[in-house]
């Protein structure tokens, strides 16, 4: 399989602030997706993104695969950011995705 | 889109005791996903259905798990003679058929297990 490591693994952030998470994988992949998980549990996507940036609202990210990373920006950052931020990877032709340990982020008001 | 769903949501049994879940995945999704996420841990995949053939199991599904999906529709997942270990969230996921470029994952709720 492959490595999906995720740093940093926890993150305090004041409400406003910005913040970078990273995604490390130890092979080529041809899917990669970002998540939020609240509170009840349920993953929320929040991108599709195998190379390439995207940007949604406050949100963007940034997959380089040549490098084997991706990024997740959270820019002005609200409370209900908050939460456990995963990166989850596939590689070409095999079925099974492989998720990092996640990043959790705590906003302060 | 009605999205995933799964059911039921929580589930607290004794220890020995069989239990199933269900997952009815986003229509025609082809692929429908397992997986099993401990705190503080990512989600772990357990198994994968193309349609009604379960073409990948992970070795975390011992003999006591089996999952089927029938018709190619909603899948089970059923863990027989529960062990304290086996409390977790477990997870399901549907998305289109891979050869497509665009292959994106959708995940229900979850079923939290509770063992005693």
């Known amino acids: 399989g492959i490595q999906v490591e995720q740093s940093p693994p926890d993150l305090i952030l004041q409400e406003g602030a910005n913040s970078t998470l990273r995604c490390n994988f130890s092979?080529?992949?041809?899917?990669l997706q970002w998540f939020h998980q609240n509170p009840w549990g349920q993953l929320i996507n929040l991108f599709y993104i195998p190379s390439g940036t995207k940007q949604n609202g406050r949100l963007s990210a940034t997959t380089v695969a040549t490098e084997r990373y991706s990024l997740l920006y959270i820019s002005s950052s609200q409370t209900t950011d908050s939460g456990v931020y995963f990166c989850?990877?596939?590689?070409?032709?095999?079925?099974?995705?492989?998720f990092g340990s996640g990043t959790k982020l705590n906003v302060k008001p | 889109d009605t999205g995933v769903s799964q059911n039921p949501r929580h589930k607290i049994t004794k220890r020995g005791q069989n239990v199933t879940f269900r997952c009815d995945p986003i229509s025609e999704h082809n692929r429908l996903y397992w997986y099993r996420q401990t705190l503080g841990q990512g989600p772990e995949f357990l198994t994968y259905f193309q349609n009604e053939a379960q073409l990948e199991k992970s070795r975390l599904l011992s003999d006591r798990f089996s999952a089927e999906r029938p018709k190619g529709s909603f899948s089970t997942l059923e863990i027989q003679r529960t062990e304290q270990g086996d409390s977790a969230m477990y997870l399901c996921?549907?998305?289109?058929?891979?050869?497509?470029?665009?292959?994106?994952?959708?995940f229900g709720p979850g079923t939290r297990l509770t063992v005693l």
């Open positions: 989850a990877a596939r590689r070409y032709n095999f079925n099974k995705f492989y």
């Open positions: 996921a549907s998305s289109r058929d891979s050869r497509r470029q665009y292959n994106e994952q959708f």
């Open positions: 092979d080529s992949v041809n899917n």
